[in-house]
């Protein structure tokens, strides 16, 4: 594998607030969130809204997928339990002809929830024999793939299904025995398809030397693949667990967009389609000591371009401007605790295109679906001409 190191671009984001947001807060469930990922049922206009939220009841983590219909206001919200015991890592879900696929770690082996029309779960049994402490999913043109952070050997693997969900297999292995995940002190490894009917895939992972780490590979390419990785940013070397290091990723219209916690630091890394190994990267600010949570978890949005809002300690808006900008009017700032987001074009309160996050509730125990409106002429005037679906929550 190549390994190189990449010049980047470090820009410190502005302190001047991008005017006032309007964030509109909808309370869904009364039990304090360990993990959440959010989702839709579907990828079109209306469609109801999925989080999948982990939960501890004293004694065991409980893994519930939570309903929200429109508006989204809170009314009409229901809930199940999917499992429980010795459940974490909630993956990202994929979604394929409105079946989905959420990956989680149970017992340290990696777990399929699936859910058409009813919730079932199964152990993928190739990652019985190892100690998996990270999972994902993404949707390309070839089938579903799920990642997880191999433990025992210090690699990620690649499972294959192309059942829509009902059975994986193995498919390829990378990573040289050198990846340190979460529970190695590294950040949390993300996985994202270029697109629904593209078959490339970009993962990104830290190295046990600190150096952050993109691999690109194709889905169209028979197992074992071809992993082709490039190193790009040099952070600290990886020694035993301090605290979680939290990332996201999601697509973009140019390109893929992570964001992670780097040696306490919120940075942002924007990977162009044209050079899916090479990005530019932004330390944005600090992920600061939490007031509820002994953790930061980190939420990106992609709208048009290669423009994104990432939250974690702080709100930033990235590509509005010739510089990252802060939004100060962020409710969850220096809360911590978990986080996932999307984004919605058509609103059905009428909001044209708005972030939609899962968070936890500032206060008391629990969980609310968090909007944010502000589309005002200055700051997203004719920037949203975007390929992405209507609802862009995978």
């Known amino acids: 594998m190549i390994k190189r190191l990449i010049a980047i671009s470090l820009l410190s984001a502005g302190s001047v607030a991008a005017g006032p947001a309007a964030w509109v807060s909808a309370p869904l469930f009364d039990m304090e969130p360990l993990e959440l990922k959010l989702g839709t049922f579907t990828d079109t206009p209306g469609a109801n809204v999925l989080v999948m939220a982990l939960t501890n009841d004293g004694t065991n983590n409980n893994l519930y997928a939570i309903d929200v219909p429109p508006p989204y206001d809170g ?18 879900m994929c979604l394929v002809d409105e079946i989905i696929i959420e990956p989680y770690i149970k017992d340290f082996d990696i777990k399929i ?19 998996f402490t990270t999972t994902d999913c993404v949707l390309t043109a070839d089938g579903l793939f799920v990642s997880g952070q191999d433990f025992d050997d210090g690699n990620i693997v690649v499972f294959r299904s192309t059942d829509r969900g009902l059975s994986f297999d193995w498919y390829g292995t990378f990573g040289d025995g050198e990846i340190g995940g979460p529970f190695g002190g590294g ?6 398809s270029h697109g629904r009917t593209s078959s490339d895939v ?28 490039e190193t790009f940013l040099p952070l600290l070397a990886l020694t035993t667990f301090i605290d979680l290091r939290e990332s996201s990723a ?17 940075i942002v890394a924007q990977f ?12 944005l600010g600090p992920v600061n000591s939490s007031s509820k949570y ?33 939004e100060n009017n962020y409710p969850n700032a220096n809360i911590g605790g978990p986080a996932d987001g999307c984004r919605i ?14 968070l936890p509730r500032v206060g008391s125990p629990g969980i609310d679906l968090m909007t944010f409106t502000d589309l005002s002429d200055q700051i997203f005037a004719g920037k949203f001409e975007t390929t992405l679906p209507t609802y862009y929550c995978f």
């Not at 079932?120 to 190739?126: G, K, L, V």
């Not at 950040?187 to 994202?192: D, W, Y």
């Open 294 to 326: 002994s953790f930061q978890d980190a939420a990106v949005v992609s709208f048009g371009g290669l423009r994104i809002h990432a939250a974690q300690s702080s709100y930033y808006r990235v590509g509005d401007g010739p510089a990252p900008v802060v």
């Open 187 to 192: 950040v949390k490894n993300q996985l994202v």
């Open 202 to 229: 970009t993962s990104l992972q830290q190295r046990t030397d600190g150096h952050m780490q993109a691999t690109h590979f194709r889905t169209d390419l028979p197992s074992p693949g071809m992993f082709m990785s």
């Open 250 to 266: 999601s697509l973009g219209d140019s390109g893929i967009n992570f964001v992670f916690n780097g040696d306490g630091q919120t």
């Open 113 to 131: 929830g699936r859910y058409n029309g009813a919730w079932s779960n199964f152990t993928i049994p190739q990652s019985v024999a190892h100690s």
């Open 75 to 92: 009314t009409g919200v229901s809930s199940g339990m999917l499992d429980s015991g010795a459940v974490f890592a909630l993956g990202d």
């Open 345 to 358: 074009d058509d609103h059905p309160a009428g909001y044209d295109t708005v972030a939609m996050y899962a």
């Open 272 to 283: 162009p389609f044209t050079t899916p190994l090479v990005p530019e990267t932004w330390v």
